[in-house]
C-alpha cells in the first residue's frame, strides 16, 4: 500500500514510453488516448504517494 503512488507513477512512464517506442501503439487507436492515460496515472500516482505518505504530527 506505501508504494502504490510509486507504481501508478511508473506505470505512467512506462505507457509514455511504449507509446513513443512501439511503433504499433500509435497505428492502434489515437495516440492521445496513450497520452491523456499516463498522465491521469503519473498525477493519479503522485497525490496518492503524498496522501498514503503523509504523516500526522
Same mark, same amino acid.
Given at each position: 500500500?506505501? !508504494?502504490?503512488?510509486?507504481?501508478? =507513477? =511508473?506505470?505512467? *512512464?512506462?505507457?509514455?514510453?511504449?507509446? *513513443?517506442? /512501439?511503433?504499433?501503439? *500509435?497505428?492502434? *487507436?489515437?495516440? !492521445?488516448?496513450? &497520452?491523456?492515460?499516463?498522465?491521469?496515472?503519473?498525477?493519479?500516482?503522485? =497525490? &496518492?504517494? =503524498?496522501?498514503? !505518505? %503523509? %504523516?500526522? /504530527?
Amino acid at each position: 500500500m506505501k !508504494n502504490l503512488g510509486l507504481i501508478l =507513477i =511508473i506505470l505512467g *512512464a512506462l505507457l509514455l514510453v511504449l507509446c *513513443a517506442l /512501439v511503433p504499433f501503439m *500509435a497505428d492502434l *487507436a489515437d495516440q !492521445n488516448w496513450y &497520452t491523456w492515460g499516463s498522465v491521469v496515472l503519473i498525477i493519479v500516482g503522485l =497525490i &496518492t504517494h =503524498i496522501f498514503v !505518505n %503523509k %504523516k500526522v /504530527v
